[in-house]
Each structure stands twice: as structure tokens, then as C-alpha cells.
């Protein structure tokens, strides 16, 4: 039986004095920015705090048993946690807030699935009441067998688990509140020789720490802003691993550059890398699928998942994790035993599945703060602006009397933002710009009027690749492009995007579109760096500006400020 124990001396301050933190007990911490220890304490709370709201002069936190489990899988105990709030908190800490968090941590590792010599795997347990607790919930039933006694473990009873339910089991003791810890082991999979390949280049220490952290963990989350170099830590986790590679991608443009930045980084030949798509069936000792084809259903079955699953694979890399589909986590639930990365700039899931990463892929093993890495170097400024204009009266009539299913695409859509695009554009001559937009009539009728070519899911790869390579090279400075150019499209040239209409309220949409502007140039003549331009335009008064603030609160949460303007004034200034 653990029993967790928290006494607090009456003479003790709870407090640091005049700290940047203040502790509530409703779970949030308020972080005063300007304050001389703000940056030491965001430090010291950020592997178990979750970052809500990022305004100019205080930050919110919030504790949550999400948060908390993966601080403790990171190898941070309750009393870490709780010295962290004491010796930034300006007021005295709640005692029952400091109690709950030792209490909550402590559910993690309770239980743990382990491999028994005899039984193979086994849920065990060092607290018989909480085995017994699990073992009688119906969420779990089918899952378990016999139950276990003898000495071989170290722990008060333990259970058989049905080798194919150990990622199903661990997604129900989530949900149950009691998260187990697997240390069941890894597979190693079939052998492959992989090895970065530093010509003129070297891993940025984040990006090490990174890989280093996922390898020690076993499998789990990184997370890292756009234009920081996710690819580089994959390719950094197969080089740990020397091993077969599946890597799961979110379209064929990316699974191309996936492979044309590996053939650049590592020792692997073209030859050794197999693309999985609609076009291509390839399967070769490092493979790089999309999730499209994976999830491709015919009579009720995934024939590809079955095919891919087939393979001796030593490691399973996720690309954007945050838009896993429901079918690839079915998969990854019976792929437990094979080493698991999962790639992010961001673990918001407009699902709420959050909880299904954490217990099929892995914990968050490394999360670095967007405004850190700027601040180092590694990703450019961005200047953030929503542009607001006023529907014409006959559009604002139609607006009115709409079916509220028709009012979003209706605003979105007004002819008005069209006028307010080529502003923009004239105001960033010779940049390279990105329009980016939802609705497809939206986006031809903006390359007609801007001469400009258009990239849609429609337009084919061949053309996409072309269209996208012309605009790294400088020969075309403008693309028109829909949600496609969402995830994992390197356009390092980008230096403005101008967004039309969006996925409504989507955050994880704003911050990956943001994302294609944020990969650092060279310096400029003054040593400074480029500044990214990154433009909403929004009809006021309309659910368009609704769903364009709820997009933005990622960003916000990153430490990302929107200014707001009139587009009349932009003209303006533009006749000035």
C-alpha cells in the first residue's frame, strides 16, 4: 500500500518572496513576464506545467494529470514539482494543491507492465488495492487473464495481459486514472546500418537533446517548433536505433522530402528508402508512407496496415502526431513493442486525443518553447497581423439571413479580401509570399486576379513538387495554396503568408502555417535576421473573426502578439 504524505511545517513560508509565480488553487499559475526571475521559473515549471495563454504581461499555466504523468515519466518526482512552485510562488501555496499533485504523480507507476519469464506479459502492481481496483473495471475485461503469484516479481500481485492488448490496456488505465508504466521492453527489430552524415553541418544541441532524450525513454513525443528541424531528430532516432524504419508522414510531397533529407543527412542510399503512397508501393528497409494510403478502407478491412505491419520494423516514426487518424492509432496500439517517435510542433489535438498519444505513442519526452529557439537563432521573428475588414452591405444582408452552417464560408469568402491582398502584396515587393486559404472557388478566383499559380489538393504531385521547387528557387515569388501546404512542406524562401480563410477554429492549423514562414534565412547585411510577416484577414463582426481568435490561441500560448489593423487604414498608408 503507497500512501502519500505531505506535512508542512506552520512556521515554514510557502512562498518565495516577491516571486513571478502566483499558485492558485484551481490548478493555474499565473507568471508575472516582466519580473527578473519570470525566465528562471518558466524553466523550472515548464516539464510539468501546461502553457494556456501567453499575452503581453502574464502568462497562465495549468497543472493537469496529463502534464503531471509526463513530467513523472520524464523522471521528475512530486517533490521537484512542489520545491519548483515554492521557490517561485510570491504567496503561500495551497496545501491541498501541493497534497493533490504528490497525489496525482504517485498514480503513475502504480501499476506497470512488465515481462514475466513464465507468463510473458503481466500487469503488476506494488499496490494490491488498486490491482484489484483495475482488474474488476469492464473497460479492461478481456484484455487480462490468471492472475499471478509468486516471487519472480517484485510487487504485491500481478495479472497476465494478452500480448496483442498491451497498447489497448495502457489507453484504458489512462481513462481509469491509473497511467501504467511499460517497461516490457523493445523489440529490436531487423538490423539496418543508418548513420548521420555531418558534411558541413552538425546537430544543433536541442536537436541532439531531443534524440538523446527519446532513446533513453524508450519511445514518445518531441516537440518542436516548425522550421526547427524535426526530420533532423528522426534522423538522429534511426541513427540510435540501426534498425529498419517505418515512417509515417502526412502526404507524398512530404514523404519526398522526408527521403531527399535523409539521402542528404545519413549514410542511406536512395536505393534503401521505400515510398508507401497512392502511386508508389514500395517497402524497403527504411519506408516512409502516408497516412492517406494506410488508412484506405476497402471491405472493411485495411489492407495496406496489414501489409506494413508485416514487417520486422526496430522503429516507428509518426510525423506531425498531433493529425494521427483513428485507424493509425488502432495500428500503433498492436505495434507496442517496436520503438515509437512521435514528430510535433504542437500535442493540441482538436479531438482531444491527447491522452492517446501519451499512452500509445509515448509521454512527451522534450518540448522546446517556440520563442527559445528564436531567441537562439535557430527559427526567424515573426511579426503577426490580423487585418479586419467590413463586409459590403449587401454582403453583410446575405451574411445575416444565411443558414449559420453557410455564414463561415460566406465570410471567408467576401470579395473585399481581395482588394486587402494585393495591399499586402504591394507593400512586400519581391518577397516570397504565400496566399493561403480554405475554399477552393476562394483561391482560383485569388490566382486569377493575382496571376499567380494555384496548389489545391486537385493539382497533382508532379506539378506540386514542380510548383514548389520553383518557389525555392526565387523563379516564382507568389503560390496561391489550400490546407495542403498545411504540414511538413519546407519552403525556407517563405517570408510572408497571407491567410484568406481557415479550417474554422483550427490552433494547430494557425501554428503549422505560421510554421512555413519561421525557417531562418541567412543574415542580412546588418547581421540581423529575416523578419517573418504573417497575415490574417478576418471579417469583423462575423463568426470569421470568432473562429480567427480561437486559431490564434496557440500562438498566443507561444508568445506570439497579433496586432490588429483596418484595412482601410492599410490602403491608406499605402496611398502615403
Known amino acids: 500500500m503507497v500512501e502519500i504524505r505531505i506535512t508542512l511545517a506552520p512556521t515554514r513560508r510557502l512562498a518565495a518572496v516577491d516571486g513571478p509565480l502566483i499558485v492558485q488553487s484551481d490548478k493555474t499559475l499565473l507568471l508575472e513576464v516582466d519580473h527578473p526571475g519570470a525566465r528562471e521559473a518558466r524553466k523550472a515549471i515548464a516539464p510539468f506545467a501546461e502553457l494556456e495563454r501567453s499575452p503581453e504581461h502574464i502568462h497562465t499555466y495549468r497543472l493537469t494529470p496529463l502534464g503531471l504523468w509526463n513530467a513523472r515519466a520524464a523522471g521528475h518526482d512530486a517533490e521537484q514539482v512542489i520545491d519548483a512552485l515554492l521557490a517561485h ?56 487473464g490468471a492472475r499471478v503469484d509468486d516471487d519472480v516479481l517484485e510487487a504485491e500481485g500481478a495479472v497476465i495481459v494478452h500480448g496483442s492488448e498491451r497498447g489497448n490496456l495502457k489507453q484504458a488505465l489512462l481513462k481509469l486514472g491509473w497511467p501504467a508504466e511499460d517497461y516490457a521492453g523493445y523489440v529490436d527489430g531487423e538490423a539496418h546500418p543508418i548513420a548521420l552524415r555531418p558534411d558541413g553541418w552538425e546537430l544543433r544541441p ?21 522550421g526547427a528541424g524535426k526530420t533532423i531528430v528522426g534522423a ?15 502526404n507524398t510531397v512530404s514523404a519526398r522530402q522526408w527521403k531527399d533529407e535523409l539521402v542528404r543527412r545519413t549514410s542511406l542510399t536512395e536505393d534503401e528508402i521505400g515510398e508507401y503512397s497512392g502511386t508508389t508501393k514500395e517497402i524497403r528497409p527504411v519506408t516512409i508512407a502516408t497516412y492517406q494510403v494506410l488508412t484506405l478502407k476497402r471491405k472493411g478491412v485495411f489492407p495496406h496496415l496489414e501489409l506494413l505491419d508485416a514487417r520486422d520494423w526496430g522503429l516507428i516514426v509518426y510525423d506531425e502526431v498531433h493529425l494521427l487518424p483513428a485507424p493509425i492509432f488502432r495500428m500503433t496500439a498492436d505495434l507496442q513493442a517496436r520503438r515509437r517517435i512521435g514528430l510535433t510542433a504542437t500535442l493540441v489535438r482538436e479531438d482531444g486525443r491527447e491522452g ?11 518540448d522546446a518553447p517556440w520563442k ?16 479586419r475588414v467590413t463586409l459590403p452591405s449587401a454582403e453583410r444582408m446575405v451574411y445575416a439571413v444565411a443558414e449559420p452552417e453557410e455564414r463561415y464560408r460566406l465570410a471567408s469568402c467576401t470579395h473585399h479580401k481581395i482588394d486587402v491582398v494585393r495591399t499586402l502584396l504591394a507593400q512586400h515587393v519581391g518577397q516570397p509570399t504565400l496566399v493561403i486559404g480554405q475554399y477552393l472557388d476562394q483561391l482560383h478566383e485569388l490566382a486569377d486576379s493575382l496571376d499567380a499559380p494555384v496548389i489545391s489538393g486537385e ?10 521547387d520553383a518557389f525555392r528557387s526565387g523563379e516564382i515569388s507568389l503560390l496561391v495554396v489550400s490546407k495542403v501546404a498545411n504540414f511538413s512542406i519546407d519552403l525556407p524562401s517563405a517570408e510572408v503568408a497571407i491567410q484568406v480563410s481557415g479550417s474554422y477554429g483550427s490552433r494547430q492549423e494557425e501554428a503549422q502555417r505560421l510554421g512555413r514562414l519561421l525557417r531562418p534565412g541567412p543574415p542580412l547585411p546588418d547581421g540581423s535576421r529575416k523578419v517573418a510577416h504573417f497575415y490574417t484577414v478576418v471579417s469583423r463582426d462575423t463568426v470569421d473573426a470568432d473562429f480567427a481568435q480561437n486559431r490564434q490561441r496557440f500562438l498566443a500560448e507561444q508568445g506570439y502578439a497579433y496586432r490588429i489593423v483596418d484595412a482601410d ?4 498608408s499605402r496611398e502615403h
Open 459 to 468: 493539382t497533382p504531385v508532379k506539378e506540386r513538387q514542380r510548383l514548389f
Open 89 to 144: 510562488s510570491r504567496y503561500a501555496v495551497p496545501h491541498s494543491l501541493l497534497v493533490d499533485i504528490a497525489e496525482t504523480m504517485a498514480r503513475y507507476g502504480r501499476l506497470r507492465l512488465e515481462k514475466h519469464p513464465v507468463h510473458g506479459l503481466v500487469l503488476a502492481s506494488s499496490d494490491r488495492a488498486v490491482l484489484e481496483e483495475v482488474v474488476r473495471s469492464k473497460k479492461i475485461a478481456g484484455m487480462i
Open 372 to 387: 527559445d529557439i528564436e531567441a537562439q537563432g535557430w527559427i526567424a521573428p515573426a511579426d503577426c497581423v490580423e487585418v
Open 569 to 572: 487604414d492599410l490602403d491608406r
Open 206 to 226: 536541442y536537436q541532439a537533446e531531443a534524440a538523446e532524450s527519446f532513446w533513453h525513454g524508450g519511445s514518445g513525443v518531441v516537440v518542436l517548433p516548425c
Open 236 to 250: 538522429a532516432a534511426m541513427a540510435h536505433a540501426q534498425a529498419t524504419t517505418l515512417i509515417l508522414v502526412t
Open 356 to 366: 492517446d498519444v501519451f499512452s500509445l505513442i509515448g509521454p512527451k519526452r522534450y
